[in-house]
């Protein structure tokens, strides 16, 4: 045996209880490249994207480790990942959303984002209503939702993103339609950022509040178009966050009205479900 190997015989492995503040029979768990590919899974289907320090990436930076001490395969999953999975799951408390991560039923990390203590108030005096298929909000009333809520925030990069991650979305088009609400929106990001006072730079309710006739096309939004708004607001925002009142709020807020009312039974029966 070659003193290399010898040194990595008698390395210890990166544990669960080395990188999470558990304990009981987890902890005592090598992380594993396959764990922490399960929770990167996860995290991309059920977050949208990977979040920053979260339990995916803490486990990927440990599996990588091991597996570069010989200590692990590249396949290797242990016994609590593969029989008893990982799951996250989002609670919704006044401000703010708590995001709970666990490893065969253990939880192994818990943080919590701002949220909007309610549905925007166009969306309440509407009933909820708009004026998509079967009164559904489209993407486009939830923009105009946004500048009611936000409509004095000036318009910052993530905005922009957020707000070219709704067009998209709503029109089916890849490329920012010219002189639409995109294209206003990264345009007034770049003049903001080199604004020398609030006064001076464009609000959102500059770009937003006609933001359906800027639409070529809209439709009514779905809980996979609030995770690719919300996406994006993040991934552009400097703390990783969203606005609480903010683009993804709304479309957010938009999304979770029209999934119940298609879940309630007189909403089923106007469908002829």
Same mark, same amino acid.
């Given at each position: 045996?070659?003193?290399?190997?010898?040194?990595?015989?008698?390395?210890?492995?990166?544990?669960?209880?080395?990188?999470?503040?558990?304990?009981?029979?987890?902890?005592?768990?090598?992380?594993?490249?396959?764990?922490?590919?399960?929770?990167?899974?996860?995290?991309?289907?059920?977050?949208?994207?990977?979040?920053?320090?979260?339990? @995916?990436?803490?486990?990927?930076?440990?599996?990588?480790?091991?597996?570069? @001490?010989?200590?692990?395969?590249?396949?290797?999953?242990?016994?609590?990942?593969?029989?008893?999975?990982?799951?996250?799951?989002? $609670?919704?408390?006044?401000?703010?959303?708590?995001?709970?991560?666990?490893?065969?039923?253990?939880?192994?990390?818990?943080?919590?984002?701002?949220?909007?203590?309610?549905?925007?108030?166009?969306?309440?005096?509407?009933?909820?209503?708009?004026?998509?298929?079967?009164?559904?909000?489209?993407?486009?009333?939830?923009?105009?939702?946004?500048?009611?809520?936000?409509?004095?925030?000036?318009?910052?990069?993530?905005?922009?993103?957020?707000?070219?991650? @709704?067009?998209?979305?709503?029109?089916?088009?890849?490329?920012?339609?010219?002189?639409?609400?995109?294209?206003?929106?990264? $345009?007034?990001?770049?003049?903001?950022?080199?604004?020398? $006072?609030?006064?001076?730079?464009?609000?959102?309710?500059?770009?937003? @509040?006609?933001?359906?006739?800027?639409?070529?096309?809209?439709?009514?939004?779905?809980?996979?178009?609030? *995770?690719?708004?919300?996406?994006? *607001?993040?991934?552009?925002?400097?703390?990783?966050?969203?606005?609480?009142?903010?683009?993804?709020?709304?479309?957010?807020?938009?999304?979770?009205?029209?999934?119940?009312?298609?879940? $309630?039974?007189?909403?089923?029966?106007?469908?002829?479900?």
């Amino acid at each position: 045996m070659s003193q290399e190997q010898s040194q990595r015989s008698e390395q210890e492995p990166i544990k669960y209880g080395d990188v999470f503040p558990i304990q009981g029979e987890l902890a005592e768990k090598t992380v594993a490249p396959g764990d922490a590919a399960l929770m990167q899974t996860a995290e991309n289907t059920i977050l949208g994207h990977i979040q920053k320090g979260g339990a @995916a990436a803490t486990m990927q930076s440990a599996a990588m480790r091991n597996e570069r @001490a010989g200590l692990v395969d590249h396949n290797d999953m242990s016994y609590d990942a593969g029989l008893g999975g990982v799951s996250i799951t989002e $609670s919704d408390l006044p401000g703010k959303r708590v995001i709970t991560e666990s490893i065969g039923g253990q939880v192994v990390d818990q943080y919590s984002q701002r949220a909007p203590l309610a549905p925007p108030a166009i969306f309440e005096q509407s009933g909820g209503g708009g004026g998509g298929r079967g009164g559904a909000i489209t993407i486009g009333e939830a923009l105009e939702a946004t500048a009611m809520t936000a409509g004095q925030k000036p318009v910052d990069r993530s905005d922009a993103a957020a707000i070219q991650a @709704a067009e998209v979305r709503a029109t089916g088009r890849i490329n920012i339609v010219p002189g639409g609400v995109a294209a206003a929106a990264q $345009s007034a990001a770049s003049l903001n950022a080199r604004a020398t $006072s609030t006064e001076e730079k464009t609000k959102l309710a500059d770009i937003l @509040a006609d933001a359906t006739s800027k639409l070529p096309s809209d439709r009514p939004v779905t809980r996979r178009d609030a *995770e690719g708004v919300t996406g994006a *607001e993040m991934r552009n925002d400097p703390y990783l966050t969203t606005h609480p009142t903010g683009v993804a709020a709304s479309v957010a807020a938009a999304a979770r009205i029209n999934q119940n009312k298609l879940a $309630s039974p007189g909403r089923e029966a106007d469908q002829g479900v």
